[in-house]
């Protein structure tokens, strides 16, 4: 039997699972999935280099399904396969075509979109969000490229997600990094959800962007195998990135799928007899026979850049650091700003942890990315403007066993909340770190001013990630340049998602080489049994003048910078408690942040008295931080107000 035959005939078998597992489920994509089954039939079977019964292979190919609704044609070819399920090498299971039928299921491996954390390992982020697989894919070609590796990237995007900007802003990133071990393949069948996809995502069009965006570029019969073998054939034959694009019909080969607009719309079981025999009768005319190939095994094993034992990693002293990273000086004169100490962390991390790496937002003078780039320039990965593609970047890398440390302001990477969510979907290990957070930056006025983040992050730090006792997110806001070393030293020791704030005013040292920071914790300041003024960042020294403008109508305030989220909320009551059982908690940022979190922790105990103190206006450019912050209501004046307005009222 020849290989167009067996690609046409795999093409109608796998297509056959796809309708039945989502005719099933009584949900599903089956039209999406249909356009792609003879590129996934070519791929999973005569293309790629993998092994299906060892898909943690380091050296294995890799497929990044971007249109991640049409992913039931993945699960039918590897259902076929026999491809392994499950966690890890010990336990894995293999995929029968019969185990399908639980698509969707709660307890099943196979999502409604692709998630690897789900324990469905041949994908390595969960995409259905759209336009973010080719950013992954290129995490995941760095990665290779960092670990020496032959492996290659394939990724699969829908023509109607190439509206997406994201698509380009990594076709940007891929051309500037001279990433020619990815392959992106457009599914272009003209379809969106509604309606037919715009003119400007038309194959033509997609053909003369790809060109102009400096990609090789072959237009090809989504549906006939010779020519895709033809175009893949070129994979590697040149210094630029290869794009094929793909035109296909959505629902190819059922008669009943062709009718209408089918998207997100499966068939009953009842259809299912019909569009078989549809199936059968699409392909009958390629002949009958032999079986696809098999999958073409890894040619060797990589030996990828060695990885520590985070954990087991003794991190030099924090003034040891800051001296060596030439900020001696700072440290003498008792003031240094968060952000510039986190850069000789990050340094730091990359000099103990191989595995580390950095990207950033064409701002990395301001973060102090820099510092870890001029160490580590094979480690650092610019992304320019584009944060949505940098955090979907630092998830492909992180699926290939980095740790990557993600920068811009924190402002700009509000761009890509979406992406850190899919990112978080997937369990991926990244690090991320918004600078210039807050208002106390003043001057440059609120467009560059990170006011959303805490709400955001905050609320990923109320769920756990899986079934054990982590947090979907950590949450770090270091006060001092101490804190900011060791908040970045916790961020490369644990595994998932972590967020650090870093603010640009020079702050003095409230802490020395021996104060010990753990995750969930916080530091007190100083004690008193009037009440309790909690902060964190650059607020812990704003709140601490508010304690002194108390201390002078003697009240007694205790003074908690609470650095973590979530934090050990049994050992904070107590220290309220201990307070009077009365907390101001400020912050310049906008609510649903810190304060919110100690208010449902008081909720939740009873007996305490929360009030939050956060910013009461859109802040505007100023001279000084101090006069924004009085601007926005959260001045120490104020803050030491609100203390007294509390004390007033009856316990």
Same mark, same amino acid.
């Given at each position: 039997?020849?290989? #167009?035959?067996?690609?046409?005939?795999?093409?109608?078998?796998?297509?056959?699972?796809?309708?039945?597992?989502?005719?099933?489920?009584?949900?599903?994509?089956?039209?999406?999935?249909?356009?792609?089954?003879?590129?996934?039939?070519?791929?999973?079977?005569?293309?790629?280099?993998?092994?299906?019964?060892?898909?943690?292979?380091?050296?294995?190919?890799?497929?990044?399904?971007?249109?991640?609704?049409?992913?039931?044609?993945?699960?039918?070819?590897?259902?076929?396969?026999?491809?392994?399920?499950?966690?890890?090498?010990?336990?894995?299971?293999?995929?029968?075509?019969?185990?399908?039928?639980?698509?969707?299921?709660?307890?099943?491996?196979?999502?409604?979109?692709?998630?690897?954390?789900?324990?469905?390992?041949?994908?390595?982020?969960?995409?259905?969000?759209?336009?973010?697989?080719?950013?992954?894919?290129?995490?995941?070609?760095?990665?290779?490229?960092?670990?020496?590796?032959?492996?290659?990237?394939?990724?699969?995007?829908?023509?109607?997600?190439?509206?997406?900007?994201?698509?380009?802003?990594?076709?940007?990133?891929?051309?500037?990094?001279?990433?020619?071990?990815?392959?992106?393949?457009?599914?272009?069948?003209?379809?969106?959800?509604?309606?037919?996809?715009?003119?400007?995502?038309?194959?033509?069009?997609?053909?003369?962007?790809?060109?102009?965006?400096?990609?090789?570029?072959?237009?090809?019969?989504?549906?006939?195998?010779?020519?895709?073998?033809? /175009?893949?054939?070129?994979?590697?034959?040149?210094?630029?990135?290869?794009?094929?694009?793909?035109? #296909?019909?959505?629902?190819?080969?059922?008669?009943?799928?062709?009718?209408?607009?089918?998207?997100?719309?499966?068939?009953?079981?009842?259809?299912?007899?019909?569009?078989? /025999?549809?199936?059968?009768?699409?392909?009958?005319?390629?002949?009958?026979?032999?079986?696809?190939?098999?999958?073409?095994?890894?040619?060797?094993?990589?030996?990828?850049?060695?990885?520590?034992?985070?954990?087991?990693?003794?991190?030099?002293?924090?003034?040891?650091?800051?001296?060596?990273?030439?900020?001696?000086? /700072?440290?003498?004169?008792?003031?240094?700003?968060?952000?510039?100490?986190?850069?000789?962390?990050?340094?730091?991390?990359?000099?103990?942890?191989?595995?580390?790496?950095?990207?950033?937002?064409?701002?990395?003078?301001?973060?102090?990315?820099?510092?870890?780039?001029?160490?580590?320039?094979?480690?650092?990965?610019?992304?320019?403007?584009?944060?949505?593609?940098?955090?979907?970047?630092?998830?492909?890398?992180?699926?290939?066993?980095?740790?990557?440390?993600?920068?811009?302001?924190?402002?700009?990477?509000?761009?890509?909340?979406?992406?850190?969510?899919?990112?978080?979907?997937?369990?991926?290990?990244?690090?991320?770190?918004?600078?210039?957070?807050?208002?106390?930056?003043?001057?440059?006025?609120?467009?560059?001013?990170?006011?959303?983040?805490?709400?955001?992050?905050?609320?990923?730090?109320?769920?756990?990630?899986?079934?054990?006792?982590?947090?979907?997110?950590?949450?770090?806001?270091?006060?001092?340049?101490?804190?900011?070393?060791?908040?970045?030293?916790?961020?490369?020791?644990?595994?998932?998602?972590?967020?650090?704030?870093?603010?640009?005013?020079?702050?003095?040292?409230?802490?020395?080489?021996?104060?010990?920071?753990?995750?969930?914790?916080?530091?007190?300041?100083?004690?008193?049994?009037?009440?309790?003024?909690?902060?964190?960042?650059?607020?812990?020294?704003?709140?601490?003048?508010? /304690?002194?403008?108390?201390?002078?109508?003697?009240?007694?305030?205790?003074?908690?910078?609470?650095?973590?989220?979530?934090?050990?909320?049994?050992?904070?009551?107590?220290?309220?408690?201990?307070?009077?059982?009365?907390?101001?908690?400020?912050?310049?940022?906008?609510?649903?942040?810190?304060?919110?979190?100690?208010?449902?922790?008081?909720?939740? #105990?009873?007996?305490?008295?929360?009030?939050?103190?956060?910013?009461?206006?859109?802040?505007?450019? #100023?001279?000084?931080?101090?006069?924004?912050?009085?601007?926005?209501?959260?001045?120490?004046?104020?803050?030491?107000?609100?203390?007294?307005?509390?004390?007033?009222?009856?316990?």
């Amino acid at each position: 039997m020849s290989m #167009t035959a067996a690609v046409h005939r795999k093409a109608a078998e796998i297509g056959k699972l796809a309708v039945r597992m989502t005719a099933l489920a009584g949900s599903g994509h089956p039209s999406s999935a249909l356009s792609l089954a003879h590129l996934v039939a070519y791929l999973m079977y005569h293309q790629m280099r993998y092994d299906p019964r060892d898909p943690w292979h380091p050296s294995g190919d890799r497929l990044v399904l971007s249109e991640g609704h049409a992913v039931p044609i993945v699960y039918a070819a590897w259902a076929d396969l026999g491809g392994a399920v499950g966690f890890e090498r010990d336990g894995a299971s293999s995929l029968t075509p019969a185990e399908v039928d639980q698509l969707r299921a709660r307890d099943s491996v196979l999502d409604g979109h692709p998630n690897p954390a789900e324990g469905f390992p041949f994908f390595d982020a969960a995409t259905g969000s759209l336009g973010m697989g080719l950013s992954v894919a290129a995490g995941l070609a760095l990665a290779a490229r960092l670990d020496g590796s032959e492996r290659r990237v394939y990724c699969v995007i829908g023509d109607g997600e190439s509206r997406e900007g994201q698509i380009w802003e990594a076709a940007d990133f891929i051309v500037d990094h001279r990433l020619t071990n990815v392959c992106a393949i457009f599914n272009a069948n003209g379809q969106g959800q509604a309606a037919p996809v715009s003119g400007q995502q038309s194959a033509d069009v997609l053909v003369a962007k790809l060109k102009a965006f400096n990609w090789e570029v072959l237009a090809i019969d989504g549906h006939d195998p010779d020519a895709i073998a033809g /175009a893949l054939a070129k994979f590697g034959d040149n210094q630029r990135p290869l794009a094929i694009v793909a035109r #296909t019909v959505k629902g190819w080969g059922v008669e009943q799928l062709l009718q209408g607009n089918w998207h997100g719309k499966p068939l009953t079981p009842g259809d299912l007899p019909a569009a078989y /025999a549809s199936l059968d009768k699409a392909v009958a005319a390629h002949g009958n026979g032999a079986p696809a190939s098999r999958p073409r095994l890894p040619a060797r094993p990589d030996r990828p850049v060695p990885r520590v034992d985070v954990a087991a990693v003794e991190w030099p002293a924090c003034s040891a650091a800051l001296k060596a990273a030439g900020l001696g000086a /700072a440290l003498e004169k008792g003031k240094l700003s968060t952000r510039r100490a986190y850069g000789a962390a990050l340094k730091v991390a990359g000099d103990l942890v191989p595995q580390v790496v950095a990207l950033d937002g064409d701002v990395s003078n301001s973060t102090f990315a820099e510092v870890f780039a001029q160490a580590y320039p094979q480690r650092f990965f610019e992304c320019k403007i584009a944060e949505q593609n940098m955090v979907s970047t630092a998830a492909g890398l992180a699926a290939a066993g980095y740790i990557p440390f993600a920068n811009s302001f924190a402002k700009f990477i509000a761009r890509g909340y979406d992406q850190v969510e899919l990112a978080n979907i997937s369990r991926a290990n990244i690090k991320l770190v918004g600078s210039h957070a807050g208002i106390s930056l003043a001057a440059d006025g609120p467009s560059q001013m990170g006011l959303v983040d805490v709400a955001f992050f905050r609320a990923l730090t109320t769920a756990r990630a899986d079934d054990r006792r982590s947090p979907q997110c950590w949450f770090f806001q270091p006060a001092d340049a101490v804190a900011a070393y060791h908040c970045t030293r916790l961020m490369t020791q644990l595994r998932g998602l972590c967020y650090m704030r870093t603010h640009r005013p020079d702050v003095g040292l409230l802490y020395d080489d021996t104060t010990k920071f753990e995750p969930g914790g916080f530091q007190v300041l100083g004690t008193g049994d009037d009440l309790a003024l909690v902060a964190s960042g650059y607020m812990v020294h704003v709140a601490r003048e508010a /304690a002194a403008l108390l201390a002078r109508q003697n009240i007694r305030a205790t003074l908690i910078d609470l650095y973590c989220l979530p934090v050990d909320g049994e050992r904070l009551v107590e220290v309220l408690q201990r307070a009077g059982g009365r907390a101001i908690v400020a912050e310049d940022n906008y609510g649903g942040g810190f304060g919110s979190a100690v208010a449902e922790l008081a909720a939740r #105990t009873g007996g305490l008295r929360v009030v939050p103190v956060h910013c009461q206006r859109m802040p505007k450019s #100023t001279r000084t931080p101090e006069e924004v912050l009085e601007y926005c209501g959260v001045g120490a004046k104020q803050i030491a107000d609100q203390a007294l307005a509390v004390l007033k009222q009856p316990r």
